[in-house]
């Protein structure tokens, strides 16, 4: 138990509130059919990561946070400027401002020397899952004993202060953004200030993405944004079972994919441990194929 | 006398160059006004434009002689059927009450009163039975009179629809009809975008017929003429008021 707690359990708390934040934000670009839009902000809020982090020169969370929130806001206006500006549709113009983004903040690494920090390939596209340890806990006392628990890796606190912040946003603003998602011209004709609930709703997601980034990498950000609402998308007609079930399904896919790294293999008689974050990108590509083959199943009937 | 449900002055409306309405000036008297004209005339671009959905490069709206700002509680939208998603999982009653959301606090539940208001309105177009059925199993006619139950449900004075009678079954047109004349013996207004002319003489007390610009307005019997039709529609043959009502 005690190696559980120190080897696994920061592991799998990060993993599973990742899966958790991104699954309940991702059931929002996929109804408005705006899934590329997760891909783009996660990429967009580079250049404010590296400021935030040239001008603290810390490695912390929360000026990095505050950056790519930054970051994401502008992407955000430039999407919409640009749209209008050059009528253009929305695929076009997310595509253009997340690799200009990317490629800005491409630039200020080099330019500010933060490249040499250690912003390292393989941690940015599967994440350090395996690295999150909580070696203060001594066992199952350590849950309960606040000097133990202060030694938990920083990336938790981020990751459970935007998932707190993601269920309160969703769960209280449950009716606009139904309705943001469903028609959004009509949100307009009743007076909703459409363009604000957008640049909410994308701020969300984007401290969802640099939240769940360092824990599981940014390609698996953008599988957990999209997979568990799709695989949802076709298995439900119910928009709670949909939104909330994202989310269980994300966390619980973070969740398989922890515990599962090191056992698989093993049932298998192979003799290396999976990816964590490989594992639970594979998952989640498998959840919303089997969602597929029920869905046609179920419509030949 | 009370201030006209919409008078626009001077509307002009471009997508990017090309203009889609221009100097548009136009009073609605009360009643059930159809706007008229060929695709591309810019009827639903009026719609949109009045209600700042779309903007305008020049001209103004008022509405009860307010502006729109001040006017939203008095009106309704009704959106062309294809502008929404009907696979997206939603009941026919969560869509009926989504127009209640300016009349409740922003977050948490729908208070019962306005669920029940919501299922009223489903009731008053015959769709009380499928009040929990997702939109997407519902015919295109049902899901039209989702749509006219949720602008019914903004207990609004000026109803703006667009297009709620295309391609709907008899059973459908009837209800909408029915409807549309109770809105006007209870003192309501209606601008709709309508496509067939037969039904104009019989149903409707004014009309808007567009072309880009304003190419006849008024009461049925003066401006719903040969001429303004063959104008407005280019003289294309079998469109005309009167081979329209044979």
């Known amino acids: 138990m005690t190696d ?33 839009l997760g891909d783009a902000l996660s990429h967009a809020v580079l250049p404010g990561i590296v400021v935030g982090f040239a001008l603290t020169g810390l490695r912390s969370a929360w000026p990095m946070l505050l950056g790519a929130l930054g970051a994401a806001l502008l992407a955000t206006v430039a999407i919409t400027w640009i749209r209008r500006a ?56 350590s849950l309960l004993d606040p000097a133990a ?55 969300m997601i984007a401290a969802a993405a640099v939240a769940a980034f360092e824990a599981v990498g940014s390609i698996l950000v953008i599988a957990l944004l999209v997979c568990p609402a799709a695989a949802l998308r076709l298995m439900t007609d119910r928009y709670a079972v949909q939104v909330w079930g994202g989310a269980a399904l994300g966390a619980g896919l973070g969740a398989a994919g922890v515990l599962l790294a090191g056992p698989l293999p093993a049932a298998l008689g192979l003799d290396f441990a999976l990816s964590a974050a490989g594992l639970i990108g594979t998952l989640a590509g498998l959840t919303v194929a089997v969602a597929l083959q029920r869905r046609r199943r179920f419509q030949a009937l | ?89 939603a009941s026919a009653l969560d869509v009926v009450a989504m127009a209640r959301l300016p009349r409740t606090r922003w977050f948490g539940r729908l208070p019962r009163a306005e669920r029940e208001a919501a299922r009223a309105a489903l009731a008053a177009v015959g769709m009380a039975d499928f009040a929990d059925r997702q939109i997407g199993r519902l015919s295109g006619g049902q899901q039209q009179r989702v749509f006219l139950a949720r602008a019914l449900a903004q207990e609004a004075d000026l109803f703006l629809m667009d297009e709620p009678l295309a391609a709907v079954d008899v059973v459908t047109e009837q209800t909408i009809l029915a409807v549309l004349h109770g809105l006007v013996r209870a003192g309501k207004s209606v601008l709709m975008v309508h496509h067939d002319l037969s039904l104009v003489q019989a149903h409707f007390d004014q009309v808007l017929i567009l072309a880009g610009r304003v190419v006849g307005a008024g009461p049925v019997a003066e401006a719903f003429t040969e001429p303004a039709i063959a104008r ?15």
């Open chain 2, 1 to 89: 006398m009370s201030a006209p449900p919409v008078e626009i002055q001077g509307l002009t409306v471009r997508y990017g160059e090309r203009p889609a309405l221009t100097g548009v000036n136009w009073t609605a008297a009360p009643g059930l006004t159809a706007i008229l004209g060929p695709n591309g005339a810019g009827k639903s671009t009026l719609l949109k434009a009045a209600l700042g959905l779309i903007p305008a490069a020049e001209g103004q709206v008022r509405f009860f002689g307010l502006p729109l700002e001040q006017a939203r509680p008095r009106l309704a939208y009704l959106p062309q059927r294809a502008s929404v998603d009907w696979d997206f999982p």
């Open chain 1, 4 to 36: 559980f707690l120190r080897l696994d359990f920061a592991a799998l708390l990060a993993a599973m509130l990742a899966g958790g934040t991104c699954g309940l934000l991702g059931s929002f670009l996929v109804l408005r059919r705006e899934s590329l």
């Open chain 2, 232 to 246: 407005a529609f280019g003289g294309l043959p079998g469109r005309t008021p009167t081979e329209a009502a044979a």
């Open chain 1, 86 to 141: 050059a009528r253009l549709e929305a695929g076009a113009a997310t595509g253009l401002v997340f690799t200009g983004f990317f490629a800005l903040g491409l630039v200020l690494l080099e330019v500010t020397g933060a490249r040499n920090a250690d912003l390292d390939i393989d941690c940015v596209l599967f994440g350090q899952l395996e690295t999150l340890v909580w070696l203060e806990a001594a066992g199952l006392a």
């Open chain 1, 149 to 203: 628990l202060a030694g938990l890796p920083r990336q938790l606190g981020l990751l459970a202060g935007v998932a707190l912040a993601a269920c309160l946003f969703v769960a209280a603003f449950w009716r606009p953004l139904k309705l943001l998602c469903f028609d959004p011209d009509f949100a307009r004709s009743l007076g909703l200030r459409v363009g604000r609930w957008e640049i909410l709703l994308n701020l």
